[in-house]
């Protein structure tokens, strides 16, 4: 594995995967079209080890001509339309970008005969749990939102592209990612930012839906594991085993800020929302002696202190933001 192309390389996991990439010495070619939540601050660093293509993966020229030119022999797929909320307003743009381009992106793997292909499906894919039981990676997948549908569809597509032409395709499936450049529509950032400014912070629901939350570098640790020793056609689960429900998370970052709990606000609940989510990762653990370093303490601790360093990077977004949480919380 000497050059790889990295998909979604300027959003929230891509980047950090990235950014270890270039300290790890691998040659790296990101490919992203740099959505709304694609940002190049957070690769601005990687200098000349990384090459920057702004491509949509859903056009397949330009795809193509990227493979033709660059040649990398491994591909780590992350590139998406990633947010549950925003699918159930609008499917379309998922269906697009995660299922017809990762098919566009499989066919110039496969034309290209590139070595790897990793692609990076969600826990979201197995559907959710009571309070019991665990996801393993043979359990059937029961995807509940568009969002989910659409990795879902990707997932055995990748998964068929092995089984019918040979390309050696891995499929990861992380659980909740949460850290540092988190685009701040996701729980965690959110949390932090509208406690920091003030505001009253929208739970859904009864806020007891259960996550398992994997600290972004884990994460990407396990992913290169993956990469670099994973076996063609396998699946492999990745979670840290943090299970917390959403209001736990909640109180905690108000407790770290020193806020009160009545900044709380129950919403509506998200429709079709999921219950719990629980990863059996112990073949991660056993074949590729994956291990997170990163507490859920030590992790939400970390990430609160970098938003509050990196408040400057937040207030554009929060702009653009601000009409689409009226939207989504109904406030
Ligand atoms: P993100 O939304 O932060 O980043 C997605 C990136 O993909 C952005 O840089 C965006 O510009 C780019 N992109 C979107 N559409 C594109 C297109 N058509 N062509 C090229 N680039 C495009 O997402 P993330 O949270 O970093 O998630 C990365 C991957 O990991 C996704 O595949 C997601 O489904 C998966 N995943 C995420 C989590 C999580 O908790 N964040 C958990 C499990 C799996």
Known sequence: MKKLLITGGAGFIGSEFVRQGVKRGYKIVVVDKLTYAGDMERINESGKAVTFCKADITDSDSIRNIFKTERPDTVIHWAAESHVDRSILDATPFLETNIRGTQILLDAARRYETSRFINISTDEVYGDLKEEGQFYEDTP???????????????????????????????????????????????????????????????????????????????????????????????????????????????????????????????????????????????????????????????IDRTTKWYMDNMEWTKGKLEHLSRYWKVVYQQ
């Open 141 to 299: 997948l029961n995807p509940s939102s568009p969002y989910s549908v659409s990795k879902a569809s990707a997932d055995m597509l990748a998964r068929a592209y092995y089984r019918t032409y040979g390309l050696p395709v891995i499929t990861v499936r992380p659980s909740n990612n949460y850290g540092p450049w988190q685009y701040p529509e996701k729980l965690i950032p959110v949390v932090i930012l509208k406690a920091l400014n003030n505001e009253k912070i929208p739970v859904y629901g009864t806020g007891k839906n259960i996550r398992e939350w994997t600290f972004v570098s884990d994460c990407v640790d396990a992913v290169f594991l993956v990469a670099e020793r994973g076996e063609a056609g396998e699946i492999y689960n990745i979670g840290s085993g943090e299970e917390r429900r959403n209001i736990e998370v909640v109180k905690d970052i108000l407790r770290l800020l020193g806020k009160p709990e009545d900044m709380i606000e129950f919403t509506k609940d998200r429709l079709g929302h999921d219950y719990r989510y629980s990863l059996n990762a112990e073949k991660i653990a056993k074949q590729l002696q994956w291990k997170t370093k990163t507490s859920y303490e030590q992790g």
